[in-house]
T-cell receptor, first 112, second 111 residues
Framework: GESVGLHLPTLSVQEGDNSIINCAYSNSASDYFIWYKQESGKGPQFIIDIRSNMDKRQGQRVTVLLNKTVKHLSLQIAATQPGDSAVYFC???????????FGAGTTVTVRA | KAGVTQTPRYLIKTRGQQVTLSCSPISGHRSVSWYQQTPGQGLQFLFEYFSETQRNKGNFPGRFSGRQFSNSRSEMNVSTLELGDSALYLCASATRAYEQFFGPGTRLTVL
């Protein structure tokens, strides 16, 4: 199976600074990765995804980096804003396995 | 476009009862997945359906079951409820299996 873990359960960041959330996965067969953001009382919200044939993908204020050699991915949030305060999950999937394996989540708190 | 809807949003049951949760996917999405979220175990995969067929199932006891209808709507059922079944149950829909969009969840409390 797949085991997905986050390096830090909590992250406190100053408003305007960049945030980096790290995640490790165990199964080298995983070929699709997603980052989700979950605010209190809501379901996880899709942020950005990346396939294993890519090393980097950029979205609006977010960048995901994938290092398949060490089975590590990270989410970078530029110019962190108070609205970025939430729990962030990484998830991994294997083609034709039809399920996502989630990490435990990192709680990001943005300080004003 | 309307998002994933789940009903009911909150539910209180007692041990031994059974419960049925409902999920309506985003229009056009044929894949529906269910997850259980608890503080201790995080998000755990229950099952995934596509065109009324279950394609994968997580490591949950047989008390947890699901189905999908021809209109892609899905239900999950938990029989003989236990205290440990208290959780947020999340439904996600997708056009393909991985780009999943989640609903707000059903908060189940078992007393």
């Amino acid at each position: 199976g797949e085991s997905v873990g986050l390096h830090l359960p909590t992250l406190s960041v100053q408003e305007g600074d960049n945030s980096i959330i790290n995640c490790a996965y165990s199964n080298s067969a995983s070929d699709y990765f997603i980052w989700y953001k979950q605010e209190s009382g809501k379901g996880p919200q899709f942020i950005i995804d990346i396939r294993s044939n890519m090393d980097k993908r950029q979205g609006q204020r977010v960048t995901v980096l994938l290092n398949k050699t060490v089975k590590h991915l990270s989410l970078q949030i530029a110019a962190t804003q108070p609205g970025d305060s939430a729990v962030y999950f990484c998830a991994a999937a294997i083609t034709n396995d039809y399920k996502l394996s989630f990490g435990a989540g990192t709680t990001v708190t943005v300080r004003a | 476009k309307a998002g994933v809807t789940q009903t009911p949003r909150y539910l209180i049951k007692t041990r031994g009862q059974q419960v049925t949760l409902s999920c309506s996917p985003i229009s056009g999405h044929r894949s529906v997945s269910w997850y259980q979220q608890t503080p201790g175990q995080g998000l755990q995969f229950l099952f995934e359906y596509f065109s009324e067929t279950q394609r994968n199932k997580g490591n949950f006891p047989g008390r947890f079951s699901g189905r999908q209808f021809s209109n892609s709507r899905s239900e999950m059922n938990v029989s003989t409820l236990e205290l440990g079944d208290s959780a947020l149950y999340l439904c996600a829909s997708a056009t393909r299996a991985y780009e999943q969009f989640f609903g707000p969840g059903t908060r189940l409390t078992v007393l």
